[in-house]
C-alpha cells in the first residue's frame, strides 16, 4: 500500500527535507512525495533587504521550484494550506485535500505586532518577495515625491525612515537603505542631510545573539553611516504619518511615510492553527520529542521556525535560523525514512551551531563562528566573504551543483 509524505511548505527546511526523501526513496514506487507551497518560487529570505534597498535584482532572490524539484519524484502543489486533520490525516487547502501517512509540518513564520496599535495597517514588512519588492518600490516613491515637494514638513516626512527592530532583519534593512540613500540622494537631486534613518529596539543593545564586544561594532558602524540608533525604547502606535515611540516613560512622535517592522515573528498561519491540536509553546512553535515528532503525535514532524525543540544538555530551544533548518531537514528526513520503511533506528536531533554573522550594508560585516565549545570573531573582510559563502552554500544545496552551472 502506497504511503504518503506531505510537506507544507517550501521554504528552505521544506526543500531540504523533500530532496533527502525524494534521493532515499527514488527506486521506490509505493512512497509518494506532496510539497505544498502557495508560490511557484521558493524565496531567499535572508536577502529580502538587499532588493528592498536595491542592491540586487528582485529575481535573484527567487528559485523555481519545477527546477529544484525537475526529474525528482517530488509533486509540487501550489495551494495554501489552511487546516489539518489529525485524527483523520489529512490538510487541506484552498484548492483541494491531501491525505498523508506521514506529515512535515514547515510552513514558516510570519511577523509579530505585540498589539502595537496601527502596527499592521501601517508598517511595511520584510518576510515575503513580495514584501521586498512593495518596500523597494516605497522607497523610491518616497524619494521622487520629495524631489519635488514644497512643503518642508511634508518633506521631512517623506524622507524619515524608521526600523523597528535591531536584530538580524532590522539591523542588515537599516544598513543597507544607509548605504542606498546617498545613491537615491544623487539620483533625485536631494540633500543627504535631509534624510533621516532610525533603527529602534526596546533591547539595549543591537544584534543580541552576538557577544556585546560585536554588538558595539555593529551600532558604531550604524552610526557612522548616518543611522540613529535608538535603543531602550519602545514603538507605542504607528500612523499613517507619524510612529510614536516611548523611552525613559517619555513619548515622541515623529512624522513619517515609512516604518519597516522587523520586530520579531510568530507561527504562519497554518502552524497557529495546527498549534490549537498540538501541543505547543509561544508563537505557535510545536513542542517536539528527540526524534522531531509531535509530542502527541508521531506522525507528525516539524522542522524549521515550526520547532520547539531543547536539545539535551542545553538550556534554550533551537534557535530560528537558516542552519537549524538545514539540520533539522536532515534528521526529519532519516527519521521519516526509518517509519516509512521499518528499518533502522531512529536519531536524536543534536544540532551543532556553527555561529552568526550579520552584514551591515555591502562593505561591513561582523561574525562570530566557530564550534560550540571553541567560537572566535571574524574581521569584516571575512565575515563579509563567509557571508557570502554561506549564501552559496544555501544556493547550491537548494538547486544542487548541476542545476547552479546551467
Request: charged share 25%.
Amino acid at each position: 500500500m502506497e504511503k504518503k509524505i506531505v510537506i507544507v511548505g517550501a521554504g528552505y527546511s521544506g526543500i531540504l527535507t523533500a530532496k533527502k526523501l525524494a534521493k532515499k526513496f527514488k527506486n521506490t514506487s509505493d512512497v509518494a512525495i506532496t510539497i505544498i507551497n502557495k508560490n511557484p518560487f521558493h524565496t531567499m529570505l535572508t536577502e529580502l533587504h538587499e532588493v528592498a534597498a536595491g542592491r540586487v535584482e528582485e529575481d535573484s532572490i527567487k528559485i523555481s521550484l519545477q527546477k529544484v524539484f525537475a526529474r525528482r519524484k517530488v509533486d509540487v502543489k501550489l495551494d495554501t494550506a489552511t487546516s489539518i486533520a489529525f485524527d483523520r490525516r489529512v490538510v487541506s487547502g484552498k484548492n483541494g485535500n491531501y491525505p498523508y501517512d506521514f506529515l512535515v509540518l514547515c510552513a514558516g513564520s510570519k511577523p509579530t505586532y505585540f498589539g502595537t496599535p496601527g502596527v499592521k495597517e501601517f508598517t511595511f514588512k520584510l518576510w515575503s518577495y513580495e514584501d521586498a519588492v512593495a518596500l523597494k518600490d516605497h522607497i523610491h516613491d518616497m524619494f521622487r515625491k520629495a524631489a519635488v515637494e514644497t512643503d518642508t514638513e511634508e518633506k521631512k516626512k517623506l524622507l524619515t525612515f524608521y526600523v523597528v527592530g535591531a536584530g538580524f532583519t532590522g539591523a542588515e534593512m537599516a544598513g543597507e537603505l544607509a548605504e542606498y540613500t546617498p545613491i537615491l540622494c544623487e539620483r533625485f537631486e536631494i540633500d543627504r542631510k535631509n534624510v533621516t534613518i532610525c533603527d529602534v529596539d526596546i533591547l539595549s543593545r543591537t544584534i543580541p545573539n552576538l557577544p556585546e564586544k560585536l554588538s558595539e561594532k555593529v551600532e558604531k558602524r550604524m552610526k557612522r553611516m548616518g543611522i540613529r540608533v535608538m535603543l531602550n525604547t519602545g514603538v507605542v502606535s504607528v500612523g499613517s504619518d507619524y510612529v510614536e515611540t516611548k523611552c525613559n516613560d517619555v513619548v515622541t512622535r515623529e512624522g513619517t511615510k515609512t516604518v519597516v517592522w522587523a520586530a520579531g515573528i510568530e507561527g504562519s498561519d497554518i502552524t497557529a492553527d495546527a498549534a490549537k491540536s498540538l501541543p505547543s509553546g509561544g508563537r505557535g512553535r510545536i513542542q517536539l520529542d528527540s526524534y522531531l515528532r509531535s509530542v502527541a503525535n508521531e506522525n507528525v514532524f516539524v522542522v524549521g521556525d515550526n520547532m520547539l525543540y531543547t536539545p539535551e544538555g542545553e538550556e534554550k530551544p533551537v534557535p530560528q535560523i537558516v542552519e537549524n533548518c538545514e539540520h533539522s531537514a536532515d534528521t526529519a528526513a532519516y527519521n521519516i525514512v526509518c517509519a516509512v520503511t521499518g528499518q533502522g533506528e531512529m536519531k536524536k536531533y543534536k544540532p551543532s551551531f556553527h555561529g552568526f554573522m550579520v552584514s551591515i550594508g555591502g562593505r561591513y560585516a561582523v561574525a562570530r563562528v566557530g564550534l560550540p565549545n571553541f567560537m572566535f570573531n571574524l574581521p569584516s573582510f571575512f565575515a563579509m566573504f563567509a557571508k557570502h559563502l554561506i549564501n552559496m552554500i544555501y544556493f547550491v544545496q537548494v538547486l544542487g551543483w548541476n542545476k547552479v552551472f546551467s
